[in-house]
């Protein structure tokens, strides 16, 4: 051990590093978001304004803002300069979200939920682009989208390990290939062309 981050009165739900790997926030039941220094272990800052049990935080590339997914399915936004709450993006369900992902250039933010559906917004106007179904209605482990923001992948554990890969434009399933591993590793390739498993690719982009 390390150390020890004292300050959340309630179960941690999730953690999450910045990209530069010198700050961590920790979402909590608490319904509080805490920003750490990773290298002097204190607390930066507390981030609240959340009605809702948080389930899942999610810094953007830029680490500029921190998104945190809610038990009501809700999705809120933070900046992380300032501390200050700068969006609420209104739940695309009843379900409680379980995951999230950012868009390259942060112009989206997705969440997906335990019902197996994925909900995505425009971050700087908080409108609801598009509400995905998986063909299963079971809780979606990961999500991401490619670099060019076109095709979102939504890995699913249960009751068969798959990704179901939609074309955000049209919000159609273009397919639902078979996972190799933990859903955990699937990602795209940095040019946005393959989506790949632990073991290789899973799927070419048309």
């Not at 981030?47 to 948080?54: A, E, F």
């Not at 969006?87 to 989206?108: I, N, P, Q, R, V």
């Not at 397919?175 to 946005?192: H, I, K």
Request: with cysteine; charged share 15%.
């Amino acid at each position: 051990q390390v150390a020890e981050l004292t300050g959340h009165t309630d179960w941690v739900t999730s953690v999450a590093f910045d990209g530069s790997g010198k700050y961590l926030v920790s979402a909590s039941r608490d319904l509080s978001l805490r920003l750490w220094d990773v290298h002097t272990h204190t607390a930066i800052a507390c981030l609240i304004g959340s009605t809702s049990p948080l389930t899942s935080v999610h810094f953007s590339p830029s680490s500029a803002v921190v998104a945190a997914a809610c038990a009501d399915g809700s999705v809120r936004l933070w900046s992380t300069s300032s501390g200050a709450a700068v969006a609420a993006l209104a739940g695309h369900t009843s379900a409680a979200a379980c995951c999230m992902a950012w868009s390259s250039d942060e112009a989206l933010v997705a969440a997906a939920a335990g019902d197996g559906s994925v909900g995505v917004w425009e971050a700087a106007t908080g409108l609801r682009r598009v509400v995905l179904q998986c063909p299963q209605a079971a809780a979606v482990a990961r999500i991401t989208m490619s670099p060019d923001a076109r095709l979102l992948a939504a890995a699913v554990g249960a009751p068969a390990s798959c990704v179901h890969v939609f074309d955000l434009p049209s919000s159609s399933l273009l397919a639902s290939p078979a996972v190799r591993g933990s859903v955990e590793q699937v990602q795209w390739s940095a040019d946005g062309r393959a989506l790949q498993d632990g073991h290789g690719d899973v799927f070419n982009a048309p």
